[in-house]
Each structure stands twice: as structure tokens, then as C-alpha cells.
């Protein structure tokens, strides 16, 4: 028994001198864009980052209650639940559940029940309790709140404007961060107070990160420019291999481009020198000769007032080449109808011009993803090309029912 086996060992119990490149863990990334890779973080560097990181990023203060809401088995519950906090004898608050259970107003009972002052959430949490509406936000008080956060993917400025006006009432800074797996912490984000925001921008490098754009033949761009997101030096936080596999380490993150890492992303750099984030690479649809972001259509379609959520992917297309397929999930209240299949497409025409407009419209309930929020991409475009029996690993889904009914009303057949 527990309590009989607790007698016959010391209460003290000594930590274990490590160097600081020793292996501290290994993750693995969910897939979203292929077969997962051993992500390999050492002890001293990337504890130094995580808790640096913490302490700046969200002005943490020995009186603050920290929220992040992620899953502690992806990497922002390493850094930003675990270690980053902890080393820094944070009161971190850790969450079982999800979001809209039992009702939409979870989130900020929580904060409320627990004085929550720093809150650090995906945007893909936001959108959906977006699409409830301000009631079950408004019938809470959230005066504790002082800083909001983002992160795991690029926020549209729609969700970030109803996070900012109505979550936080005009008075909470949110810190929209970018990072990865890979990176073991934050490296484009505001600081709150500090930094100007703009709804949908990462803002400006952390300390001594040092972000380059290049193009495609790896010239760096200059001033306000767009292009593939690299960074030029070290930080302390970076993963130093892939597991059982260096080689692949090198090939996937400085083969591409000479003496830089290639962050997978794309970027902008507006005229005040900030970054925003458009998307991985590989989400770049080529139609009729016109390279085209998916995050763009996604964001016109998400401003539309009765759209929820929508994910973009390039479908093949018999004159263009590629097609763009869009899956549209609607507000709560709204009913899918070909009237509004015809406004949504009339619509991103309007936002961006005619060379956007989608091709495909699948109305979807939910869309694929892992347990951390992040979209699973990959599905999608499989789907959309109609290879849906090639779906590949499908075991970091959070809900796999899904996968089911976008197969079964796929429009690419």
C-alpha cells in the first residue's frame, strides 16, 4: 500500500546535478504536417528560456494567478505550464476540461473562482466561444484579469478584437505570441504595456532574437516586405536534434536556406517593423499562377458576421490548377443554405478580390484537431483531393468523429 511504501523511504529528496546540454525530454509533434518528429530540449538552455520568457512575456509578479490553458502534453504545457512557471515560483493554475462545458461560460467562471490575473490561450478557444456570443462572457465578471494571451497559431483581428473589447473589456493587454515546438519558447511577442498593438500581429522580436525574411531563393528582404520567416542566431531555448535522427534535424531546419533557421512559416514585416504571422509555407495555394496565403481567405471568411471558424486548403482544380476549398463551421445560430454559400463567396470577393474566391464551400460542424487546438491541416487537404482513404495518422485527434462527417459530405468527389 501508498502509505505503507511512504514510510521506508526519506522525505528528502535531492535533485540531480545535470549539465546543461544533457537531454531534459523529447516531444514529439502532433503530425499536422507529416510524420511526427522527436523534438530533443536540453536542461540548462531551454529552462533559462522558458522561465525568461514567463517572467517578461506575461510581467509575472509574485501575487499574479497564471492561467494557461493548453494540455500539458504539447509544448506550451511544458514551457508555460510546467517549467517556465515553476522555475519561477509562479502560482500556475492547471485545467482538465474543455472550454464550452458544461456551458460556454467555463473559461471565465474559472477565472473568476480562482482571481485568474494572467490568462494564455489558442485562438482556435476564442473563435469557438465566439460563436456563442458576449452573453455567457458578459454574465461574468473577469475584474481579476489583468494581461491575455495567444497562442498556437495566427490570430485573425476579428477574434483578437471580440478577446480584447469583450473578454477583457478594453483594458487587458494581449500578448499574441509566436513560437513552436521547436523553439522551446516565446520569440515574437508584445510586451505588455510596452509594445503597440495591432490586432493580428506577433509584434516585435523577444530579447536577442533576431528574425530575418528572405524569399525563396533565400535573399534577404528588406523593410516592409513578405516572404518565408527565418531566424539569423541561436537562443537558448532552441531544440538541439531530432531524436535517433540528426540528419533529419539539419534537412528539415537549415538546409533550406544557408546559415539560418527556416521556421516553416510564412511572414510580413509592415512599415513599423512588425511581424505578422501568414501561415505556414505549406499553406500557400498556387491558383492560376497566383501564390495566395490560406490564412488570408480564412481570415476575409472568419469576419464574416455569421461564420464561426473556417479552414482553407488548395484542392486540385482542372483549369486553375489548384482550387481553393474552404470548410466554413457557422455560429451557433446560423443554418447553412445556398443563399449563404453565394454571400460568403461574394464576400471574400469584396475582402481580397476575385482571384480568392473560394471554389468549394463544405459546410462542417467541427473541424480536425490535435488536443492541443491546433488544425490538422493535412486532413483536410486529403479530403479535398479526395484521398480520403489515405488520411495517414489520425491518432492525435481530439475528436476523430469529425474526420467521419467531412469525409461523408466531402464536395470534391
Known amino acids: 500500500w501508498w502509505h505503507e511504501e511512504a514510510l521506508s523511504v526519506p522525505a528528502d529528496c535531492r535533485p540531480e546535478p545535470m549539465d546543461a546540454e544533457d537531454p531534459l525530454f523529447i516531444l514529439y509533434t502532433s503530425g499536422s504536417t507529416g510524420k511526427p518528429k522527436g523534438v530533443l530540449h536540453t536542461t540548462g538552455g531551454y529552462l533559462l528560456y522558458a522561465a525568461l520568457t514567463?517572467?517578461?512575456?506575461?510581467?509575472?509578479?509574485?501575487?499574479?494567478?497564471?492561467?494557461?490553458?493548453?494540455?500539458?502534453?504539447?509544448?506550451?504545457?511544458?514551457?508555460?505550464?510546467?517549467?517556465?512557471?515553476?522555475?519561477?515560483?509562479?502560482?500556475?493554475?492547471?485545467?482538465?476540461?474543455?472550454?464550452?462545458?458544461?456551458?460556454?461560460?467555463?473559461?471565465?467562471?474559472?477565472?473568476?473562482?480562482?482571481?485568474?490575473?494572467?490568462?494564455?490561450?489558442?485562438?482556435?478557444?476564442?473563435?469557438?466561444?465566439?460563436?456563442?456570443?458576449?452573453?455567457?462572457?458578459?454574465?461574468?465578471?473577469?475584474?481579476?484579469?489583468?494581461?491575455?494571451?495567444?497562442?498556437?497559431?495566427?490570430?485573425?483581428?476579428?477574434?483578437?478584437?471580440?478577446?480584447?473589447?469583450?473578454?477583457?473589456?478594453?483594458?487587458?493587454?494581449?500578448?499574441?505570441?509566436?513560437?513552436?515546438?521547436?523553439?522551446?519558447?516565446?520569440?515574437?511577442?508584445?510586451?505588455?504595456?510596452?509594445?503597440?498593438?495591432?490586432?493580428?500581429?506577433?509584434?516585435?522580436?523577444?530579447?536577442?532574437?533576431?528574425?530575418?525574411?528572405?524569399?525563396?531563393?533565400?535573399?534577404?528582404?528588406?523593410?516592409?516586405?513578405?516572404?518565408?520567416?527565418?531566424?539569423?542566431?541561436?537562443?537558448?531555448?532552441?531544440?538541439?536534434?531530432?531524436?535517433?535522427?540528426?540528419?533529419?534535424?539539419?534537412?528539415?531546419?537549415?538546409?533550406?536556406?544557408?546559415?539560418?533557421?527556416?521556421?516553416g512559416d510564412g511572414c510580413r514585416r509592415d512599415e513599423d517593423g512588425f511581424y505578422w504571422i501568414t501561415g505556414r509555407v505549406d499553406d500557400v495555394i498556387n491558383v492560376s499562377g497566383h501564390r495566395m496565403g490560406t490564412a488570408e481567405v480564412e481570415s476575409a471568411l472568419v469576419a464574416h458576421q455569421k461564420i464561426a471558424e473556417a479552414a482553407v486548403v488548395g484542392a486540385p482544380h482542372d483549369i486553375k490548377g489548384q482550387g481553393i476549398y474552404a470548410y466554413v463551421t457557422l455560429n451557433s445560430d446560423e443554418k447553412p443554405s445556398e443563399e449563404l454559400r453565394i454571400e460568403l463567396i461574394q464576400w471574400v470577393r469584396k475582402e481580397i478580390g476575385p482571384i480568392a474566391s473560394p471554389d468549394w464551400i463544405q459546410w462542417s460542424p467541427g473541424l480536425p484537431k490535435t488536443r492541443s487546438g491546433k488544425i490538422m491541416r493535412r486532413i483536410l487537404r486529403k479530403i479535398a483531393a479526395n484521398e480520403h482513404d489515405s488520411l495517414g495518422d489520425t491518432s492525435t485527434l481530439a475528436d476523430p468523429s469529425v474526420v467521419e462527417d467531412l469525409v461523408e459530405n466531402r464536395m470534391n468527389r
Open 54 to 263: 514567463h517572467h517578461l512575456v506575461f510581467d509575472y509578479h509574485s501575487d499574479d494567478i497564471y492561467w494557461c490553458t493548453a494540455d500539458v502534453g504539447w509544448v506550451t504545457g511544458h514551457s508555460y505550464i510546467v517549467y517556465g512557471p515553476l522555475a519561477n515560483g509562479a502560482t500556475t493554475l492547471m485545467f482538465e476540461g474543455l472550454p464550452n462545458y458544461p456551458d460556454a461560460s467555463r473559461f471565465w467562471q474559472v477565472c473568476d473562482k480562482h482571481n485568474v490575473t494572467i490568462f494564455y490561450t489558442a485562438p482556435t478557444a476564442i473563435r469557438a466561444l465566439m460563436r456563442e456570443g458576449t452573453g455567457p462572457v458578459k454574465k461574468t465578471s473577469r475584474s481579476s484579469l489583468r494581461i491575455l494571451g495567444t497562442v498556437g497559431e495566427p490570430i485573425n483581428p476579428e477574434a483578437w478584437l471580440w478577446y480584447y473589447n469583450v473578454v477583457g473589456e478594453g483594458r487587458c493587454p494581449i500578448v499574441d505570441t509566436w513560437w513552436q515546438t521547436e523553439t522551446g519558447g516565446i520569440l515574437i511577442t508584445p510586451l505588455p504595456g510596452a509594445t503597440q498593438l495591432k490586432p493580428g500581429s506577433a509584434t516585435r522580436p523577444f530579447f536577442g532574437v533576431q528574425p530575418v525574411i528572405v524569399d525563396n531563393d533565400g535573399k534577404t528582404l528588406e523593410g516592409a516586405c513578405e516572404g518565408n520567416l527565418c531566424i539569423a542566431e541561436s537562443w537558448p531555448g532552441q531544440m538541439r536534434t531530432v531524436f535517433g535522427d540528426h540528419e533529419r534535424f539539419i534537412e528539415t531546419y537549415f538546409a533550406t536556406y544557408d546559415n539560418l533557421y527556416f521556421t
